[in-house]
């Protein structure tokens, strides 16, 4: 058998196809102070086999966090993809703009490594590998409400091309989320609700 010895640099030669940034509305805007949700899309465990020495060696990526700039000033940190929104509300990875113009988001994901041998073990590979997604651009745009009736000719609503001057401002009560916590925080209360009902029903 022979000797393979891998690390984050070689790992970081490997092929692997960051994941989309994806949003709901998917519109070309979106309108002011409604929650859009977001989710990566993508395998979130990717492999790639090459014949080294005539063994067959598996290299395995697996996505372990994503980082998400929103482009307005907030930041998110999770340990899990998004999903789109359902006829409950919206996914798990929301965010609200607080003004008109242009914005980018992107995904900034972080992999970590491991490789097998004609089928073997995995062996964990030192260091991660981070990559960012293609930017998102879209433009963020305040309606108003109008009265509609038979004579009412809806117009379309435009969106400006995309310059320096039309840019969305950065919201000045930018923070980073971790998003991470909040969702064990989550599990761990439906894990307690759980067993004070279970404690209800027994007594």
């Known amino acids: 058998m022979p000797t393979v010895q891998a690390n984050a640099t070689g790992f970081g030669e490997l092929v692997i196809t960051p994941p989309t940034g994806m949003r ?6 979106v309108p002011v ?9 993508g395998d979130e465990v990717q492999t790639h086999t090459q014949t080294i020495l005539g063994h067959e060696v ?6 372990e966090s994503y980082e998400w700039d929103l482009g307005d000033g907030n930041t998110l940190t999770t340990t899990f993809p998004g999903g789109a929104p359902t006829k409950k509300g919206p996914g798990a990875i929301f965010h609200y703009y607080r003004f008109q113009g242009w914005y980018q988001v992107t995904i900034r994901t972080t992999y970590s490594g491991s490789y097998s041998i004609d089928g073997g073990e ?3 590979i030192d260091g991660t590998v981070t990559l960012d997604s293609d930017p998102g651009w879209f433009y963020s745009k305040s309606l108003r409400a109008r009265l509609t009736g038979e004579n009412y000719e809806a117009k379309p609503i435009e969106v400006p091309p995309r310059t320096a001057e039309n840019l969305g401002r950065k ?9 991470t916590e909040a969702m ?6 439906k894990r307690l609700d759980r067993i004070r009902e279970r404690g209800a029903r027994r007594r």
């Open 24 to 29: 709901a509305p998917g519109f070309d805007y």
């Open 33 to 41: 102070r409604i929650p859009i949700t977001y989710w990566a899309k």
């Open 58 to 63: 598996t290299i395995t990526a697996r996505a």
């Open 122 to 124: 995995e062996i964990p």
């Open 171 to 179: 919201d000045p009560a930018a923070e980073h989320r971790d998003l």
């Open 184 to 189: 064990n925080d989550r599990a761990e209360k």
